[in-house]
């Protein structure tokens, strides 16, 4: 067994041990603050489903709709003259709602074109160079009830195609066809 191996086996179990080790020495109930501790995240998990609830279901309605595709038709002659492929453009627009259809769109493009390919690089590189801003601002402002999210918005999702422009000018760069 290698180091890494090794020490991410032994992580989790380790911080465990020194959170109970401390209560102990600290003479802190560590037990019952556990069980309260299930319960307030119990709290949060339920007070997070109608918003998690709300994004699954708009996203369900943007891809099967078409409007997705639609869009990314009427941008294909502009991404064509740009030179980026046009199979990239589902992912740039889903990763900023949703990593896990985001995360589906990478996998489909690295199966369809292997991972060693441009297209798997660059999706590969953009997954991990963007996130997933509207759900961010939709389950952690909704957790603590924040209703105004002033430039949030704004801000994640220009950083969300800065990571995008970013991508592709690198893996141009790096992994030029």
């Given at each position: 067994m290698n180091t890494i191996?090794?020490?991410?086996?032994?992580?989790?179990?380790?911080?465990?041990?020194?959170?109970?080790?401390?209560?102990?020495?600290?003479?802190?109930?560590?037990?019952?603050?556990?069980?309260?501790?299930?319960?307030?995240?119990?709290?949060?998990?339920i007070?997070?489903?109608?918003?998690?609830?709300?994004?699954?279901?708009?996203?369900a309605i943007f891809r099967s709709s078409g409007a997705l595709d639609a869009f990314i038709s009427l941008l294909q002659p502009v991404l064509l003259f740009l030179g980026i492929p046009s199979e990239i453009a589902p992912l740039a627009f889903t990763r900023p709602i949703s990593g896990t259809a985001a995360?589906?769109?990478?996998?489909?493009?690295?199966?369809?074109?292997?991972?060693?390919?441009?297209?798997?690089?660059?999706?590969?590189?953009?997954?991990?160079?963007?996130?997933?801003?509207?759900?961010?601002?939709?389950v952690y402002f909704g957790a603590v009830g924040i209703h105004k999210m002033g430039d949030a918005l704004k801000v994640g999702l220009i950083a969300d195609f800065i990571g995008i422009i970013t991508s592709i000018i690198?893996?141009?760069?790096?992994f030029s066809q």
């Open positions: 191996t090794l020490i991410s086996a032994w992580i989790i179990p380790s911080m465990v041990m020194i959170v109970l080790i401390t209560g102990t020495v600290k003479k802190l109930p560590t037990y019952e603050l556990f069980v309260e501790g299930g319960k307030e995240g119990i709290k949060t998990a007070s997070l489903l109608p918003f998690l609830l709300g994004m699954i279901v708009s996203i995360l589906a769109i990478t996998a489909d493009l690295i199966k369809i074109h292997g991972p060693d390919s441009f297209i798997g690089r660059l999706a590969s590189t953009m997954q991990g160079s963007t996130d997933t801003t509207f759900y961010i601002i939709t690198v893996v141009t760069i790096v």
